[in-house]
């Protein structure tokens, strides 16, 4: 093996922390662009090697991935709030909560799903008018925590109940946004941050505990496929306990919703920056959709608008960045990696290199073509994670996606009201720094 790869040098303390922290998405692309496929800088206290080549991540995600677990951080933020659920489980514990949870991902269940996603879309829409101005974030949000919490809770989330949770929602991701002091705050520490933190995480419990008990009160189906069915029937058993429960669900709540309607806020603004590929997007909904709605078998007819999608989160990931640890040192690009290293797996830098994407800036929907695509190595594209903790919900997630695009799209146009750039804003997502506010123009 080589000695330790290249990368930038660091301050005592913090290292590197201050840098990625001002600026995640340029510091990872100038780290990878600087120093090659495998680089090494310091991440408050831990040692950090960022891998940029697709056959590493594949090694890490996929082949390897035995010898990696969910990295456990300093600050415990983020396991108060997600607690042991999918997302940060790990080990045997994982592989049976993965297991149980799958009927409720199950491809007939999906498909069973579409007309309860369009209904929901249609019934969204209905307030829109045209002239009106929108943040297109903020509605595409409202609407994916109501298509989730139906779909995986079986359960309808008023108005009130859905503001609430958008509410709770912002200070949860800002204590999540990069930030050199908070590495070296602990999670007690009474500032305002915190409590404004708690008081969320709060919020959504608050949320949940209702709708569990008005779940246990209505009595559960033997035969009820959703998640919520499936995780108190295992909690009657004794498999599980509330406080897994809890994880599970506020897991879903979450992941369920935010990474869909940040793909739709991004397709949603590319489009509108490339008129053309709206306009072919727009021809092929009328061509594809024969009734007011797209079907099931209709949005997976829609070609161009995976592409579209593919496209989106290839230039604007919803999560941009991932982590793992390893269980004990391991090689990674002809490199030892310490066990108690982390490494970094970035979507934002991968899926921009210029070796795999042509004028990779450019918003190009054909480049998913399979006459373009078919050479791509299959983790230069990874929005979703890959291997056996690939996201549960990716089918479900697009096939919503193109439902609700194909919905909006037959009764309007959105317009940015700004030629302004887009910024963005890193925290466990990556979102729009500002409202994305768009114009409705009818069809």
């Known amino acids: 093996m080589r000695a330790k790869p290249p990368g930038p040098k660091g301050v005592p303390l913090l290292g590197n922390t201050h840098q990625y922290a001002r600026d995640p998405f340029t510091f990872m692309t100038a780290v990878g662009r600087a120093y090659g496929d495998v680089a090494r800088f310091q991440l408050a206290d831990r040692e950090t090697f960022m891998l940029t ?61 579409a007309d309860r996603m369009v209904a929901h879309t249609e019934r969204h829409v209905a307030d829109w008018e045209a002239g009106d101005v929108v943040d297109i974030r903020s509605e595409l949000a409202e609407l994916t925590v109501k298509i989730i919490a139906d779909a995986m809770f079986e359960t309808t989330l008023d108005d009130d109940t859905t503001e609430r949770i958008q509410t709770a929602l912002e200070p949860l991701g800002k204590r999540f946004e990069p930030d050199a002091v908070r590495f070296l705050t602990p999670n007690w520490v009474p500032t305002r941050e915190n409590r404004e933190f708690h008081d969320a995480v709060g919020t959504l419990e608050d949320v949940l505990d209702d709708v569990v008990a008005e ?61 053309e590929a709206r306009d072919r997007l727009n021809a092929e909904i009328e061509e594809v959709v024969t009734g007011d709605a797209p079907t099931a078998a209709e949005a997976r007819e829609m070609a161009f608008a995976s592409r579209v999608l593919n496209e989106s989160m290839r230039l604007y ?16 690009g002809g490199y030892r990696v310490p066990e108690e290293s982390m490494v970094m797996l970035p979507q934002w830098v991968v899926h921009r290199d210029p070796r795999y994407y042509d004028d990779p800036e450019t918003f190009d929907p054909d480049r998913w073509t399979s006459e373009r695509s078919r050479d791509r190595p299959n983790y230069a594209f990874f929005p979703f994670g890959g291997g056996p903790r690939v996201c549960i919900g990716k089918q479900f997630s697009l096939l919503e996606a193109r439902l609700i695009l194909g919905v909006v799209c037959q009764r309007f146009e959105l317009h940015r009201t ?25 069809r």
């Open 53 to 113: 080549g697709p056959d590493d991540i594949e090694q890490v995600l996929v082949a390897g991935e035995s010898q990696f677990r969910k990295p456990v951080f300093g600050d415990d933020a983020v396991q108060e709030l997600l607690g042991n659920g999918l997302l940060l489980s790990d080990g045997e514990f994982w592989r049976e909560q993965r297991a149980r949870a799958a009927p409720a991902f199950d491809p007939r269940r999906i498909t069973g799903m």
């Open 215 to 275: 779940r246990r009160a209505a009595g559960i189906d033997d035969d009820a496929g959703d998640l919520l069915a499936i995780m108190l029937r295992a909690a009657e058993a004794g498999d599980i306990d509330d406080a897994v429960l809890r994880d599970e669900l506020m897991t879903m709540l979450l992941a369920g919703h935010d990474t869909t309607a940040l793909a739709l806020t991004y397709a949603m603004y590319l489009l509108d920056e490339n008129p």
């Open 317 to 332: 990931p919803p999560v941009y960045v991932m982590f793992r640890q390893p269980r004990t040192d391991v090689e990674l």
């Open 418 to 442: 700004t030629d302004d750039p887009l910024e963005l804003r890193p925290s466990l997502t990556m979102h729009p720094r500002d409202p994305v506010e768009m114009k409705l123009v009818e």
